[in-house]
């Protein structure tokens, strides 16, 4: 993402925030908390989490952590962020093995965890065309078990100036570079998939 396409987003949230300031799920951009905890359950339903060290790319508050927290015995955990707000108030609720950044995690140098994640996070546009290719691999390389994202389906999502959405099977495709094991899940929402990529 360019500064432009960071600084569309930034004024997205920026938005939500006043419209609904006590609506933490749909400042990030989710249509509801039950959106957003359905997409969780589906990695947490795919993935193994136990003691494994996660890193999130567009953590947001820190939802995921915090759902995690209820449903499996995780290790460490960070999440990276580019929305400095998000970061802020994500650090306020920090547990002892969560750790918070804020930064644009494509140009950070980011350590290898077991599992990545990316919930949300990469349905923006991008003014680069191989923009998601080179966040897939991003993913899969700083894992040392899985990368699971979700992206916006285009059969029941038309892309906006904001949001950008895919076909599910060329994105299982394009997956397809890097990793062998790759699931696709799309029973659990019209409008959104989730891809795991599996290291064996």
Not at 1 to 19: A, G, P, T
Not at 101 to 125: K, P, T
Not at 141 to 154: I, P, Q, T
Request: hydrophobic share 35%; with cysteine; proline share 2%.
């Amino acid at each position: 993402m360019n500064f432009i396409d960071r600084f569309n987003v930034y004024f997205y949230h920026l938005k939500r925030e006043k419209l609904w300031p006590q609506d933490s799920a749909r400042i990030q951009g989710w249509r509801n908390i039950n959106s957003q905890e359905i997409r969780f359950a589906i990695f947490e339903q795919n993935i193994d989490f136990c003691s494994k060290s996660i890193l999130d790319l567009g953590c947001g508050y820190g939802d995921f952590y915090h759902y995690l927290q209820q449903t499996a015995s995780i290790g460490k955990y960070t999440g990276i962020d580019f929305h400095k707000n998000f970061v802020k108030q994500a650090r306020k609720k920090a547990g002892e093995n969560s750790h918070f950044v804020h930064g644009n995690f494509a140009e950070l140098m980011l350590e290898m965890h077991d599992i990545v994640i990316a919930s949300g996070s990469l349905n923006y546009r991008s003014d680069d065309p191989h923009y998601l290719a080179s966040m897939i691999e991003l993913g899969y390389r700083k894992s040392r078990k899985a990368f699971g994202f979700n992206l916006l389906d285009r059969n029941y999502c038309k892309p906006d100036g904001l949001l950008q959405s895919y076909f599910p099977e060329d994105v299982v495709r394009l997956c397809h570079h890097w990793c062998e094991e790759v699931v696709l899940i799309d029973n659990y929402l019209d409008y959104d998939f989730t891809i795991i990529m599996q290291k064996t």
